[in-house]
């Protein structure tokens, strides 16, 4: 019987291997997670207990504070870059799977992973084992010998490499034991170790190999034949033994060193398939499997957290369990379309050729009234009657008759319709000349009411409520890109599609509208988003016109100022060169203007702009270059771009709305994404001026409310002082400058307020002490200072962040007035990053998501008031806190107050709520 093995891990290099392997195409969850580097990381901890099938494992984490080391050498990895902000959460998430694993994390304040791991080899290799240390570093060579190797995970993120004593004197030519004098002539870079200037591999090689160590060599410098490298030593000789000592991993670390601890066990598979779930990794619950299934009996793994291990196992297309038709005449679809009018409830999908509801042609619609029955009617466009598929079609409806046959249907409002992310079947029926009255569940809207932070799409709600697997779109029509296609699909297969889609659709809506029920979640449901689809599709399709001439105009501004600004630069530069060049902008700024050298990066030192913004005030330059490129952005995200987005059939641009994109319920937008569009530089104004009404008798007209989140934040907590700033109409910021710094308000100064401000806000986003320190550039005693005052002016403000905390610890959710719901699924964990993450959004979502209800419900009570008065005024845009119509200027008088008066009354809270609104001949004249 062999030694046991003792396998420990330095997570970090693994977890940064992990990042930078997937650096070009970064990996994300569906809801924007980051998680390339926990990724690699599992793909090679799966991989390592593969292969080493250890009996003991561990795994070790540098700690945050400064080490020995630091004290040892002030420039110890001092340019080393930060951490990369995406990197922040993902180690977070490490950690919490190697928990799962229930493998031990050694971290030890002042202790670097290195020395803690070479702790750990030395006291497994005195107790009998063969120890592994899994690391791409090569100092960690020092410590191999008979019962002590390295395993250098390779190039994929799936490949490792054993390292013992002969592959050592092969690669470098030395002893493993005398990698420390190697490294104290030829240093190391990625710690900052200096070593002996000049001196480099192929010299420090021989002379090891011939003096044995660094104390010979300096014995022995008058045996040294270059006078050149003798010379070297000498003049260098304190940083050689100096980077001798920091190299040097220490093995007797005072930690607690265990070896029963690290023992290989079954991990917590039901925390594992969770947090897989939650990772949306698929792949890794088969290795799972294969590694802890033994011989004699195969491992059950729990499959309801989120990830199905065997989705081949899932119910799937089958004719006999179904009754699915086929309606390819008129006659058969009266027959249908007099059925349906006499039910309740009936789900509808279409199936269309393309996106863009403008321009889709119908193939078809498909109807379901209860589980296993659904009918496909079969539609032929005729839109395009110049293509040829439009003859081809006679196997189907034609589209007239289908209008014909099913408007009444759709407009009979005493039937209700559902749908599959609803917005768009209803666009297209609109399209088409169909109105859809009495749109009543959506069961996309109803899983992201339930749980904001799961999948929605039909694939995923299928899996997770009914255990089945429907028909992929890429079986009829190759690609989900090429939608064009669906009218080469067999008839007969693409009905089959359809009518499983309404089938699904069905039964979700049962099982879902029981959830919204049993969880009491009635009301955000039918009284915000599933009205809200309706207003939505309209104001997509009305669009907002924009003024391509001024935007152009604008390009060809913004063009000179580049131009002029790049002569600016170039004046400093002594030489021209492409200021969008990374590497040559390094060049220019370290190489040539020898400015302070920033974060160091694999290709030179840092210019994205947080590094150019601590080099302010240092060159004029450095001034030019942000400005620069904040104008090019400007032209290429807005000026250049905005024009190109306009629909050539209405002339405007159509954005879409996101309804279940953002977790708090704020609604998102693309193509373009307006709520980005900048309004504080003058510059960025211009872009909003550019946003026009759409006809010479129309104005445009922004409702915006006024510091709504700190007015929430007033009501909610209930703090007497806040609540009395408000209903006074003081200016909420000098008030609380004013309590904050003990000073009349008429004392506070600009700076105050803007301190205050600062304050009011951050308190909203969970900022702390540190965090104001770090936005206002100030100390972190006096950004203590000023938090304490703040709490002890607002007490019941500091209550209702403390209270908000311990709901959302007893409940797992934080929820809004209206009671929409965020889940925190590790508010309890023992992780501080994970944990306080979750802790500032049980602050943040009652006040941000009431918010985001507030809005929506004032859209909806708009909407019907607009439509009940057959007003021609159009709602066209939603950003943030603001409504913006496109309004004829005779129902301005009208309007303007009953806009302002429903956005005011949408949801009342114990402050006065208040609505800032103008009108003008453009977005930016109304704002």
Known sequence: MGRKKFVIIDAMSLAYKGYYAFISRPLYTSKGEP????????????????????????????????????????????SREEMPEEMVPQIARIKEIIEAFNIPIY??????????????VRKAAEAGLTAYAITPDKDYVQLINDSVKVIKPGKSTDEIVVIDEKKVEEEYGIKPSQMVDYLALVGDSSDDIPGVAGIGPKTAAPLIRKFGSLEKIYENLDKIDKPSVVKKLIE??????????????KTDVPFDFNLEDARFTKPDFNKLMKIFGELEFRSFADKLKKIYTDENKEIEIPE??????????????????????????EKEAVKLADKLSKTELFVFDTETDSLDIFNANLAGVSFSVKPGEAWFVA?????????????????????????EIFKPLFGN????????????????MRTYGIEVKNFYFDTMLASYVIDPDQKHGMDELSAKYLQYKPIPLIELIGSKKTPEKIFEADLNKLAEYSCEDADITFRLYRILDDILKKEKLEKVAYEIEFPLV??????ERTGVKIDVESLNEFSKELEIKLQSISKEIFSYSEEEFNINSTQQLQKVLFDKL??????????????????????????PIIELILEYRQIAKLKSTYADSLPNLINPKTGKIHTTYNQTVVSTGRLSSNDPNLQNIPIRSDLGKEIRKAFIPSSDGNIILSADYSQIELRIMASISGDENLIAAFEQGEDIHRRTAAMVFKVAPEEVTADMRRKAKEVNFGILYGLGPFGLKNRLGISQAHAKEIFENYFNSFKKVKQFMDESIEKARQKGYAETLTGRRRYLKNINSKNRTIRQFEERVAINMPIQGTAADMIKLAMIKIFKELNDRNSKTKMILQVHDELVFDMPKKELTELKPVIKNLMETAMPLNVPIVVDIGAGSNWLDAH
């Open 35 to 78: 998680t390339s580097a926990v990724y690699g990381f599992l793909s090679q901890l799966f991989k390592i207990l593969e292969d080493t099938k250890p009996d003991y494992v561990a795994i070790a984490f540098d700690s945050k504070e400064k080490t020995f080391r630091h004290d040892r050498y002030e420039n110890y990895k001092s």
């Open 107 to 120: 971290i030890l304040p002042g202790y670097e992973a290195d020395d803690l791991i070479g702790t750990a």
């Open 236 to 249: 260098n000789k304190e940083n050689a033994f100096l980077s001798k000592e920091l190299a040097t991993i």
């Open 304 to 329: 309801d957290n989120g990830v199905k291990l065997a989705p081949e196992e899932y119910g799937s297309f089958d004719k006999t369990k179904i009754n699915y038709k086929l309606i390819t005449t």
């Open 379 to 403: 539609v032929n466009p005729e839109r395009a009657k110049e293509e040829l598929f439009a003859s081809e079609l006679t196997d189907r409806i034609p589209v007239e008759k289908f209008v």
């Open 413 to 428: 409002e005493n039937i209700k319709k559902v749908c599959q992310n609803g917005k768009y079947d209803i666009a297209i």
């Open 534 to 539: 309706p207003v939505l599709e309209d104001m």
């Open 594 to 619: 020898k400015l302070p050298q920033t974060t160091k990066t694999k290709t030179g030192y840092s210019t994205d702009a947080k590094s150019l913004e601590s080099l302010r005030g240092s060159h």
